[in-house]
């Protein structure tokens, strides 16, 4: 019932780097997909990194991030982490942190965690 809780979120300047965290509070995360959207301003949310749930942790990346966000997650800690290097200033938006039942659409979600990239 506890809501996906997303931190990690604030100002950097272009070229650094941030990472995002998320957890729940009631529940395990950890026979779930877990995933990062993100929102700017005046543009809809948009996938950004999806993680399956089993042991091989099969990811999906969009283009925008290849190679430069990682997702992970610590399943002992009930964690989900966003590295984000080499920050972009399109890449400032919300972060929301979701999750799913494996293989099927996200259907719960954080608050969001505003990540700003300066020039």
């Known amino acids: 019932q506890a809501p996906l809780v997303e931190s990690g979120g604030g100002l950097v300047q272009a070229g650094g780097s941030l990472r995002l965290s998320c957890t729940a509070s009631g529940r395990t995360l950890n026979s779930f997909d877990m995933g990062w959207f993100r929102q700017a301003s005046g543009k809809e949310r948009e996938l950004v990194t999806r993680?399956?749930?089993?042991?091989?942790?099969?990811?999906y990346y969009a283009d925008s991030v290849k190679g430069r966000f990682t997702i992970t997650r610590d399943n002992a800690k009930n964690m989900v982490y966003l590295q984000m290097n080499s920050l972009k200033p399109e890449d400032t938006a919300v972060y929301y942190c979701?999750?799913?039942?494996?293989?099927?659409?996200?259907?719960?979600w954080g608050q969001g965690t505003q990540v700003t990239v300066s020039s």
């Open positions: 993680i399956s749930w089993g042991s091989s942790g099969g990811t």
């Open positions: 979701a999750a799913a039942f494996p293989g099927r659409q996200f259907n719960s």
